[in-house]
């Protein structure tokens, strides 16, 4: 019997979700071609309302569907009495998420790229040890609930990481940059050449003293303070209380120099879709508006629970049930200059990576964190790579006074979109040696 049929019987309400993947992936290790493979998966999730509990179930075998409704309505017996509603059919934005020159790049041209990033790298660092990884495919899902929505779509996902590695007795220098896109672009050295120009700047090292200094954030390295911020803003985090932003809707909590947007609807982004994966629409969503606290995103449970409405960012693996997650994340360009930022600094510290981002109780917005990559800045201008420098500091304080955000921004993972940022002073610690 189909699966929707043995679902309409059994439960009050229920989603159908099938997912199938398929990628293509070259890998080259210092310097060389390592590796070629091709691989696919798929499967089928099942989530149902039974008695009003949620249950949820997964395979990666489609043709075992009695047992896959059997296992979801079990779990329905101890899942969480949600009032939850599986929506209806909605018009949805058209969004640009799959683009066939990418499907049809052959591996010996996903080598060729490979090859030029390794040159264009050795070309700037002869001792570099280059390591590469490419990786395209095909992505489909399509989505049915008992309210008749059927939401489907596909995606060409192509993913370009470059990591340099260079060794000089105790200096060990790691750079790393990824650039992530659905829709092909001729310009695919540009994450390259962002790399190569940080490899330039690093090769002269000078020192740093402890201090309160003016720290700027590259867009890389605002990474630091939107890890904490991008935890506050989750739905579930608000839902169960541990956000330091619940209950402050509408408040000025930032800077007015500070907005943060959400949007799933760019065309070629890895966020993007004509809808999330519980078949909401995807949208634009202002998350912080010139420092006020507007919205937070949820997936339908969480919006559910809080007595909100999803903003459309339910997003799942096969084998986990949906959860809130950014699609797209931006904070807002400013209107000044990064030439004039910098040239505004007369001694602080440029900060391109962090080590160990993530650690630590990040929900509370607080963070301590080595700095992998950074600079010193002396008389607005770059003078040389610092090591041994670490930052620690709260966000909820540190970003209620921001000096300077640039009109140039980056995208950042693939889909973050960040500019550089300056605050007036941070307790720097640099260690000797």
């Known amino acids: 019997m189909d699966i929707l049929k043995q679902l309409q019987q059994r439960a009050e309400q229920f989603e159908v979700v099938h997912l199938q993947n398929e990628s293509t992936q070259v890998k080259f290790e210092s310097n060389r071609l390592k590796t070629s493979q091709v691989e696919e998966t798929k499967g089928i999730a099942v989530r149902v309302v039974k008695q009003g509990r949620l249950g949820f179930a997964a395979s990666s075998d489609a043709s075992a569907t009695e047992q896959l409704v059997k296992n979801a309505l079990e779990s329905a017996r ?27 790049l052959p591996i010996p041209r996903l080598v060729e790229i490979g090859k030029e990033i390794v040159a264009y790298i050795l070309q700037i660092e002869p001792e570099a040890r280059v390591d590469v990884s490419l990786k395209r495919g095909i992505q489909h899902v399509a989505l049915h609930n008992q309210a008749g929505n059927a939401a489907s779509y596909q995606s060409s996902p192509l993913s370009i990481s470059v990591q340099a590695n260079k060794i000089q007795g105790d200096d060990v220098l790691i750079l790393f940059d990824f650039t992530g896109t659905t829709v092909w672009h001729e310009d695919y050295l540009a994450g390259t050449r962002r790399l190569g120009e940080k490899l330039k700047l690093a090769r002269r090292l000078t020192t740093l003293s402890s201090g309160n200094w003016p720290v700027l954030f590259s867009p890389n390295g605002l990474l630091m303070l939107g890890l904490p911020l991008q935890q506050g803003l989750n739905g579930k985090n608000v839902f169960t209380g541990i956000s330091p932003m619940k209950g402050k809707l509408g408040e000025q909590l930032f800077s007015d120099k500070l907005t943060v947007i959400d949007d799933g609807t760019l065309d070629g982004k890895f966020g993007s879709a004509p809808y999330d994966d519980e078949g909401v629409p995807h949208r634009r969503t202002a998350l912080i508006e010139r420092g006020v606290l507007k919205n937070f995103f949820y997936d339908l449970k969480t919006a559910a629970q809080s007595g909100a409405a999803s903003t459309g960012n339910g997003s799942r693996a096969l084998f986990a049930p949906p959860s809130p997650a950014p699609t797209n994340l931006l904070i807002g360009a400013g209107d000044t200059p990064l030439a004039d930022i910098l040239a505004s600094v007369n001694q602080g510290v440029l900060v391109e990576d962090v080590l160990g981002l993530g650690q630590g109780n990040i929900i509370s917005g607080a963070f301590s964190n080595p700095l992998s990559l950074a600079f010193k800045i002396e008389k607005g201008e770059i003078v ?14 540190l970003l209620k006074n921001v000096a300077a955000v640039s009109r140039e921004t980056e995208w950042v993972y693939s889909n973050l979109n960040l500019p550089y940022l300056l605050l007036p002073e941070m307790n720097v610690v640099a260690k000797a040696g």
């Open 78 to 104: 101890y899942g969480d009495l949600v009032p939850i509603s599986f929506p209806a059919a909605q018009t949805a934005p058209t969004v640009k998420t799959f683009d066939a020159t990418i499907t049809d």
């Open 384 to 397: 040389g790579r610092v090591k041994n420098v670490s930052l620690a500091g709260n966000i909820y304080t």
